[in-house]
C-alpha cells in the first residue's frame, strides 16, 4: 500500500485546509486509517481517525476537524478549521491492516503501530 498526502499549504490562523490522503496498491487490506501531525518539538500525535464509518478525533481538535473516506476515490480526507498558529507543522496519512485496530486503536498509535505512512504534507498556519 501507498498513501500519497495532498493539501497542505499556508493559511493564516482561523482559516481552513482540507488535507487528501490518496491510497494505491492492495487498498482491500485497509481495515483503518487516521491523520497524524508532528509539531515542532513534539512526538507525532493522532489527530483523527476512520474504521468503516466510525470516527474518532483528539480532543484538541473536536469540533474543527473532519475525517472522511471516499471509498470509489480510496481517498482519505481530513477537512480542517479554526486553524491554530501551533497546530503549524506536518501532517501525515496512515493505515492499518489489522482487522481488529479501531478509530481509538488508531489515534493513540506510534508510527511503529501503524502498518503504512505517507511522507506527509507541510501546514503552515501564521498569526
Known amino acids: 500500500v501507498q498513501l500519497v498526502e495532498s493539501g497542505g499549504g499556508s493559511v493564516q490562523a482561523g482559516g481552513s485546509l482540507r488535507l487528501s490522503c490518496t491510497a494505491s496498491?492492495?487498498?482491500?487490506?485497509?481495515?483503518?486509517m487516521g491523520w497524524f501531525r508532528q509539531v515542532e518539538g513534539k512526538e507525532r500525535e493522532g489527530v483523527a481517525a476512520?474504521?468503516?464509518?466510525?470516527?474518532a478525533y483528539a480532543d484538541s481538535v473536536k469540533g474543527r476537524f473532519t475525517i472522511s473516506r471516499d471509498n470509489a476515490k480510496n481517498t482519505l480526507y481530513l477537512q480542517m478549521t479554526s486553524l491554530k498558529a501551533e497546530e503549524t507543522g506536518m501532517y501525515f496519512c496512515?493505515?492499518?491492516?489489522?482487522?481488529?485496530?479501531?478509530?481509538?486503536?488508531?489515534?493513540?498509535?506510534?508510527?511503529?503501530?501503524?502498518?503504512?505512512w505517507g511522507k506527509g504534507t507541510l501546514v503552515t498556519i501564521s498569526s
Open positions: 476512520w474504521d468503516t464509518g466510525r470516527t
Open positions: 496498491g492492495d487498498v482491500d487490506s485497509i481495515y483503518c
Open positions: 496512515a493505515a492499518d491492516a489489522a482487522l481488529v485496530c479501531g478509530p481509538q486503536y488508531v489515534l493513540q498509535a506510534t508510527v511503529a503501530g501503524m502498518d503504512y
